[in-house]
């Protein structure tokens, strides 16, 4: 990596934390042992879905003085008041929160994108808190004298108070997801179709706040994806038998050209995202990446573009980038098939999965993955094998007029298509937060459709 790569992200310098890791556990063991319902519940995971149950928490409660305020402090976690409740979060990896109960019980909160959805498919009639349309809704599923299981979805809300129904916002919320669900995608000039989108936004934050727009938004987005990638469909389903939905997502991924880069962070911005770690592989790989996160909604955004090595410097997010006269990987995807938060729809989400067991599952579908491309003990990545998407002749055309590609490039680009869009499988230990970046850039190189 560029050394001045490096300066500009020692703030964001993620390490694994394996005594939060280790105090998670901890947790997470009693709550097993007491538990018959959850033992069978992470059975059911890794069986059905090639999940694991830290994939899915929300949250954890634990009694006051279960675990020590200097345990939680030496292992990195912090207190803050929230709703009422004593609540532990750590800044510097990937972990739930730890709630202090005002019982002596354990509880274990399973995240997923609908709790009823849940409830119907595990056949449970538990009674939820919660209004139809509320930002947080709960149920607990099992419970004893030792320890609760409860289901939560969340819609941009961090606290753990479950309000009731409200008419007029309902209303709003399903008039903004329906907006984002069909919004338009396709413009002459792609820069009217950001201005569209971050109108769509500002609208809908103006009447829902902008983490529950954030939250709508990438619903709508994933299903876009979604549309586009069989192994996506293929793995929803698994999914959505439990009732989970895409509640284990880690980060979503847009490739942009270098034109309309700026455009794209100032949407997210409107949605609420700030400016994490930049990437960039060195002067060999052409391209660099702003990761984004949006804490409030709980995403995270991989932002490609081509990039030269002066530029990584630079705050390529917000300044600009001129147009080149060479494209990279990433610049030729979108000159094949568009800007990604456009008509093309994202490069790729990544979720969370137990490693092996979740490719070994998408085989035995027909879902064949990619050589991974990190393999350290807290960090595992690999990319399904490309949905290969057929490509509008103008876009070869013009491609071939600019200089891009040659002529048997563009031959083969109309008669076989090229790769569009990608699962990524991941798999965190220890908390790590971070990304592997040269791995990053050797999949990036693998995926160009010129090398394809």
Request: charged share 25%.
């Amino acid at each position: 990596m560029h050394d001045q790569g490096i300066a500009f992200n020692r703030d964001f310098d993620w390490q694994p934390q394996p005594l939060a890791a280790e105090l998670v556990r901890r947790v997470v063991d009693v709550v097993l042992e007491h538990s018959d319902y959850l033992r069978d519940f992470e059975d059911r995971l890794g069986r059905e879905t090639g999940t694991r149950l830290t994939d899915f928490m929300d949250h954890l409660g634990v009694p006051g003085g279960f675990i020590t305020d200097s345990e939680l402090e030496s292992a990195g976690f912090s207190v803050t008041s929230l709703d009422g409740k004593l609540v532990w979060s750590h800044g510097g990896g990937h972990f739930p929160r730890i709630c202090i109960r005002d019982d002596n019980r354990l509880e274990f909160a399973v995240k997923v994108e609908s709790v009823v959805d849940f409830l119907h498919a595990s056949g449970s009639s538990s009674e939820v808190s919660g209004g139809v349309i509320s930002p947080f809704r709960t149920a607990e599923v099992w419970s004893s004298d030792d320890a609760i299981v409860s289901v939560v979805e969340r819609h941009g809300y961090q606290g753990f108070y479950p309000e009731e129904d409200c008419e007029e916002r309902a209303a709003n919320v399903l008039r903004h997801l329906d907006l984002f669900r069909r919004r338009q995608r396709h413009f002459k000039d792609d820069r009217d179709g950001f201005d569209y989108a971050a109108t769509l936004v500002r609208s809908a934050s103006e009447q829902i706040g902008v983490n529950w727009t954030c939250d709508l938004f990438f619903k709508a987005e994933r299903e876009y994806w979604q549309s586009r990638n069989l192994a996506a469909r293929v793995q929803k389903a698994r999914q959505d038998a439990l009732g989970l939905g895409w509640a284990n997502h880690d980060h979503h991924t847009y490739r942009s050209s270098r034109e309309y880069f700026s455009s794209l962070v100032a949407v997210l911005e409107i949605l609420g995202f700030s400016c994490r770690e930049r990437f960039y592989a060195g002067r060999e790989a052409g391209w660099g990446a702003q990761v984004l996160e949006q804490k409030g909604a709980g995403i995270t955004i991989f932002a490609d573009v081509d990039l030269r090595p002066e530029e990584v410097t630079e705050d390529f997010a917000h300044e600009g980038l001129e147009v080149q006269s060479e494209l990279g990987t990433v610049g030729l995807w979108c000159k094949l098939h568009g800007e990604a938060f456009l008509g093309a729809g994202m490069h790729h989400l990544e979720g969370e999965f137990n490693f092996d067991l979740v490719r070994e599952h998408l085989a035995g579908e027909g879902i064949e993955s990619m050589a991974p491309f990190t393999d350290f003990e807290y960090l595992k990545q690999a990319f399904t094998v490309g949905e290969v998407w057929e490509i509008d002749a103008s876009r070869v055309s013009a491609a071939l007029e600019g200089g891009y590609i040659t002529e048997a490039q563009a031959e083969q680009f109309m008669e076989q298509g090229a790769i569009g869009s990608h699962l990524e499988v991941l798999q965190r230990d220890d908390g790590y937060k971070g990304f592997n970046q040269t791995g990053i850039s050797e999949i990036i190189a693998r995926t160009d459709p010129r090398r394809n």
